[in-house]
């Protein structure tokens, strides 16, 4: 089981639970190789550390986009250091770059419904 628990992305804060006994250290959000944001953390339970990361408006746009949730022990503001830890990874994606990958899938889900459609009938034509 992985250290870190995704809740969800919601209201554009991206939540989650790090299992682990000892506290972590800084967690930093990472979009394309720059520090965009620091991420709070709250001891929840005894080896239960609640996540939050709001995710920069100005970064969302058109396409795919991944952030990292990445560990170290740097000093807030600072870039992740070398050696930081990967946690987690958030993929968004938006716009119209979705519309062709649907309407393929969508046309190949016909192709096999209709390949179904005639093995029934003629399984259903067969003499018995």
Known sequence: MSEFESLGLKSGI???VIHRD????RLVLVHMGSRV???RLTAEAPGR???AAAIPVERL????QSFLLVEDGGAEGEPPRPGARRLASLTLVAGEILDGDLHAELSLMRGELELLKKELRRLAAAPA
């Open 14 to 16: 991206w939540q989650g």
């Open 22 to 25: 000892a506290q972590p250290g």
């Open 37 to 39: 944001a620091e991420a």
């Open 49 to 51: 550390w609640r996540v």
């Open 61 to 64: 746009s058109e396409g795919a």
